[in-house]
């Protein structure tokens, strides 16, 4: 049997930058199949850039990033949802078609692929109506669907219950378990330490563009290894300025790093 897998990914020393600024710092990590990974970090730490360098949509600017499958494939087995999706203008319907038409996949195969993946995500009963005209969790949702028709190896999402009610959240999270559960590596970005606590195996915590931590994530929440994780976990990461008051003490040496 062929072991076509694409993992594991490894970065090496990936940095980022925009106009001589570093926004990713020499990032060195690997992902391995079969795990979620949860990627968190204060805002502007560079988790957004971080999964698109990933996803490929951005260039380290020096480092190397690999995916075991460097067949010139990879792009077809991931996928990415952003925070926010953009709908085509047409049915909910139409919308998992044109995902499944991209990628080549017949007419005939397409029905039964996007009736199931409607029926999972809980949208079959709108699969007549214009996607825009969705819900903001809706659209989600469909989002979802729309990359589980694809059943990519790997998917990455950007926070992608920002912004939803606790019961649209519960949805989300459900559809991303069930994703999980039929084999698609998740390595996704959340705000919401409740979730990283659902649906992580492991936890990557970024700070000002460095990785500071890629461990499981049980351990993460019982004793992080760096004190700005643990200052991030208890919620008192309140500004990174070392000058700060309100800094949390002890963390001075890896904030004037
Ligand atoms: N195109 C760009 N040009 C200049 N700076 C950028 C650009 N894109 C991102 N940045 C900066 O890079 C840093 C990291 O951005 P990023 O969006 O990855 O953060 P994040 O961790 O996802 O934050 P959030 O939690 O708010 O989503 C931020 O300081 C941001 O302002
Ligand atoms: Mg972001």
């Not at 001589?20 to 990974?37: M, P, Q, Y």
């Not at 195969?109 to 903001?136: H, K, M, Y």
């Not at 351990?219 to 300025?241: I, K, Y």
């Amino acid at each position: 049997m062929v072991d076509s897998s694409i993992l594991p990914l490894e970065l090496d020393n990936v940095s980022y930058e925009i106009d001589g600024k570093r926004l990713v710092k020499n990032v060195s990590c690997c992902f391995e199949a079969g795990r979620s990974t949860l990627v968190i970090g204060p805002n502007g730490a560079g988790k957004s850039l971080f999964l698109r360098l990933c996803h490929g949509l951005l260039q380290p600017s020096s480092g190397l990033l690999r995916w075991r499958g460097s067949d010139g494939q990879t792009g077809q087995r991931q996928a990415m949802v952003f925070q926010r999706p953009v709908m085509l203008r047409r049915s909910v319907w139409a919308n998992v078609g044109y995902a499944l038409s991209v990628k080549g996949v017949s007419r005939a195969e397409r029905e039964p692929i996007i009736n199931r993946v409607l029926q999972c995500t809980g949208l079959s009963r709108f699969e007549d109506i214009p996607a825009t005209r969705l819900s903001f969790g809706e659209q989600q949702r469909l989002a979802l669907a729309r990359v589980w028709a694809l059943s990519p190896q790997v998917l990455f999402l950007d926070e992608p219950t920002a912004s939803l009610d606790p019961p649209a959240t519960h949805q989300v999270e459900q559809i991303i378990t069930a994703i999980q559960s039929a084999g698609t590596r998740i390595i996704m970005t959340s705000h919401d330490l409740g979730q990283v606590q659902r649906l992580a195996d492991e936890v990557m915590f970024l700070h000002r563009g460095r990785l500071l931590e890629q461990t499981a994530a049980e351990q993460f929440f019982d004793c992080p290894q760096s004190d700005l994780a643990r200052a991030f976990t208890r919620g008192e990461l309140l500004w990174w300025h070392r000058k700060n008051p309100l800094h949390p003490p002890g963390i001075s040496k890896e904030i004037s790093r």
